[in-house]
Each structure stands twice: as C-alpha cells, then as structure tokens.
C-alpha cells in the first residue's frame, strides 16, 4: 500500500469520452505531481502543482487538464484522448520541490488507461 | 536542468552487492540526488537521497564523489526480489526542484 491513493486502477474510455482520473494523499505535501509512463519507459512529468497552484506544464496537450481542489486532492481531466495516450498515470507528492529540498516523491501505483 | 546517465541494464546472482553508478556532470550546488525503485505496474518508490559523502540507511548506500558529479547506489546482498527499474535523479534548482525529470534508468536483473 502507498500513501497516494489513485482511482480508478484501470479505466478504459472511447476516444469521445470524458473522464476523469483521482488522486488523494494526507501527508500534508504541498507539491502534486502527474506523470505519464508508457511500457519499459521511464515515467514523463506532466503537470506540478505547488500550494494548489500549477506552477509546471510540460507542453500537455489541452486534453489533459488537471485540476487542484485542495492540498489534498489532484485530478486529471481527460477529453477526446486518442489511442496514443494509452498508458500508466502516476500521481505523486512531496513536501517541497523534490530535489533541492531534500523531499522525496511518494507515488501512488497509477491509473492504468486504455484510449479505445 | 541536470541530466543523468546510467547503465540500462545490469545482471547479478542472490547474495551479490550490487552497485549501480550513475553521472550526473552538470549537478547544480543545491541539487540532492536521489534514487528511486520500480517494480512492474507500480509507482516508483524511494530509495535513498544524499548530497554528498556517503548515506546508508536500511536498504541501501549512497556514495558521493567531493565534486558530485557521479553518484553509485550499492545494493548489498540482493535477492530475487530487488529485480526492478532503478532510477538515479537530480533536480532543477530552477524551478526550486519541482521539475523532476526521470532518466532511463537502469534495469536490475538478479538471478537465483
């Protein structure tokens, strides 16, 4: 168990569809993360949110969109994704900026997502 | 932004140390370098960080050169288990060390 919580675990959607994808954690980390992984590649950086504002967008095409309703909660709005999109989305969190503050990523084990 | 190079892939027998070495030229002065574990359709989870010198903690050590500019993660004793994704990472002082870039990372195999 990890203390990110993700759901769904899979989720398959047509290329119409809208879901959404949820992430919680109740560390009290005010950084949230999403990444993209695709099979035997490492995981990509998405979005970052610090103190419930975005504060990095990696270029993500408008038909991801994440959303930060509270310093607990990170979600991802997805809209006419297309089969390419397919793949592990990891949430994570840490205390601070990861690297230069000494605080650690936590994961959470992902959304598995298949784009039909 | 700091860019990591490790081995992609790496073989060893239970029981061996494994050490994995990672460069990392361009560190910045306040980067931490920090090391991650991954198992197959799981998040990554973390395994040791350290800025210089040497760190050790219950499953791992951390080596650190004085100029910083490589890094190697010993594993000792491994098991079947410890076979799983290894990722070395450096952050971007820039951006205050949230923009986190994974590398290839490096691929542990380890054999009975």
């Known amino acids: 168990d990890t203390e990110v919580t993700q759901t769904p675990k899979h989720l398959v959607m047509g290329m119409t569809n809208k879901k959404s994808l949820k992430c919680e954690q109740h560390m009290g980390h005010r950084a949230m993360y999403w990444y993209k992984q695709k099979a035997k590649k490492p995981p990509e950086l998405m979005f970052v949110?610090?103190?419930?504002?975005?504060?990095i967008n990696e270029s993500v095409p408008s038909r991801f969109s994440p959303e930060c309703p509270n310093s607990s909660l990170l979600n991802l709005h997805l809209h006419a994704l297309q089969p390419e999109d397919s793949a592990l989305y990891l949430c994570a969190s840490s205390q601070e900026g990861q690297s230069s503050y000494n605080s650690p990523l936590h994961f959470g084990n992902g959304t598995r997502l298949t784009v039909t | 932004l700091a860019k990591t190079t490790q081995p992609i892939s790496m073989d060893s027998y239970e029981g061996q140390e494994v050490n994995i070495t990672c460069s990392h030229n361009n560190i910045a002065t306040n980067d931490y370098i920090t090391w991650y574990q991954q198992f197959p359709s799981q998040g990554p989870r973390f395994i040791i960080q350290g800025y210089k010198t040497k760190v050790t903690n219950e499953v791992a050590s951390l080596f650190i050169p004085a100029d910083r500019k490589s890094s190697t993660l010993s594993l000792p004793r491994v098991s079947l288990s410890d076979t799983a994704v290894y990722y070395c990472?450096?952050?971007?002082?820039?951006?205050?060390?949230?923009?986190?870039?994974f590398g290839a990372g490096t691929r542990l195999f380890v054999k009975a």
């Open positions: 990472l450096v952050g971007d002082v820039d951006t205050g060390g949230f923009k986190t870039i």
């Open positions: 949110y610090s103190y419930e504002k975005l504060s």
